[in-house]
């Protein structure tokens, strides 16, 4: 300790006070003052999760099977349009109209007040499949409300309080069932880039494949609704539409999965989203084998419509909870980090911001 000529004109310190411990240390028996230090408990951050799960509930999963219905039905109405099919075009549209509505309902539920998806509107950022997607789903919205509401005055008798604006209504309404096919497709599979352009582990490992695996979703679910719907007489071009989508889907959930980090795939089989994909799969299947060789014959195309649109939906629920599951658990986030490092190491790759050097033991 060293000592100053300024030490007698400081001002005395206090008593210093003893800081009591949460847990005092214990002492041994006979007044001994060896301290026996207490057993500590070691805690790391192995088995907490490492990437936060969005806030994202049933609603968001409702979503994404609706909006792939609405997608797949616009292009129906709008082929149903060009190729004559009255009864066709008029299903497809109001599945679309019904689909996209309930499915904004959705998300503006999710979202907790309407005024947030104004808000994601403001500006247009091509960079966020969120932005892009508020902007695909209004416009479709705009086409294909113009064609619904054409299609619901003519089965009221054209009783709707229009006035003069029927007229325009009617005229407007070919360009606007085009114009609603044109958004149909984006609004099909936007999501699938939602979901890959996150942290989620198993989302992200699927972002090559994902938007095939939902557009042909879209397409059998589609499909499916209008065998449901719609006369067996007008309904050729829709079985032939859910077949290949039925042929898309598990050709491409297949594909999917081999290009998947092995340890990223386990969420699509196992619990609770690999019981719905598998179910998913069994049902799109029997539903592709029911349109193809039975869906001239009402009974049958009506059950196989059904078990196409439950495919469906199992498959982008299966998806959403598959992906919500893999951020419950950390090694779906370093074991594929750790075989990404491990191969650009394997290629020499050793100078960039993912691999800085040589590992420990070769230095």
Not at 173 to 198: C, E, I, N, R
Not at 253 to 265: A, F, H, Q, Y
Request: aromatic letters at 6%; one cysteine or more.
């Amino acid at each position: 300790m060293t000592h100053s000529g300024f030490d007698e004109v400081r001002p005395p310190e206090p008593p210093r006070q003893r800081k009591w411990r949460k847990n005092p240390p214990q002492r041994r028996p006979g007044g001994r003052d060896d301290v026996v230090v207490p057993d500590i408990e070691f805690e790391s951050y192995y088995g907490r999760s490492i990437v936060k799960p969005p806030p994202w509930e049933w609603p968001v999963g409702a979503y994404l099977v609706l909006g792939g219905i609405a997608g797949g039905s616009s292009l129906l109405g709008a082929g149903a349009q060009l190729t004559g099919r009255t009864a066709l075009r008029r299903n497809a549209r109001l599945g679309a109209l019904g689909a996209a509505g309930v499915g904004a309902l959705c998300l503006v539920a999710d979202l907790g007040k309407p005024m947030r998806f104004i808000n994601m509107m403001r500006v247009v950022k091509v960079t966020s499949p969120m932005s892009l997607g508020s902007w695909i789903l209004s416009g479709f919205m705009g086409g294909i409300g113009v064609a619904g509401a054409a299609e619901i005055d003519r089965l009221l008798g054209e009783r709707l309080p229009l006035g003069p604006l029927r007229t325009v209504l009617h005229a407007m309404q070919g360009p606007a069932g085009l114009a609603g096919a044109a958004f149909g497709s984006p609004l099909a599979v936007y999501t699938a880039v939602l979901l890959a352009d996150t942290a989620v582990p198993t989302w992200n490992g699927t972002h090559r494949d994902l938007p095939f695996v939902f557009v042909s979703s879209a397409a059998l679910a589609s499909g499916g609704l209008a065998m449901v719907t719609t006369p067996t007489t007008e309904t050729g071009p829709a079985r032939a539409f859910a077949v290949a989508g039925v042929a898309g889907d598990v050709a491409a959930m297949k594909i999917m999965e081999s290009r998947m980090d092995p340890t990223l795939v386990e969420p699509l089989h196992h619990g609770r989203p690999g019981t719905m994909l598998r179910w998913s799969e069994r049902l799109a299947i029997a539903g592709g084998l029911g349109a193809l060789f039975g869906g001239g014959r009402r009974p049958v195309a009506v059950v196989s419509g059904l078990a196409l649109i439950g495919a469906s939906a199992l498959t982008r629920f299966g998806v959403f909870e598959a992906g919500l599951e893999s951020t419950r658990d950390p090694r779906y986030v370093i074991e594929p980090q750790k075989r990404r490092l491990a191969a650009r190491r394997a290629a020499g790759i050793t100078g960039d911001s993912i691999v800085t050097g040589p590992e420990q033991g070769e230095r």
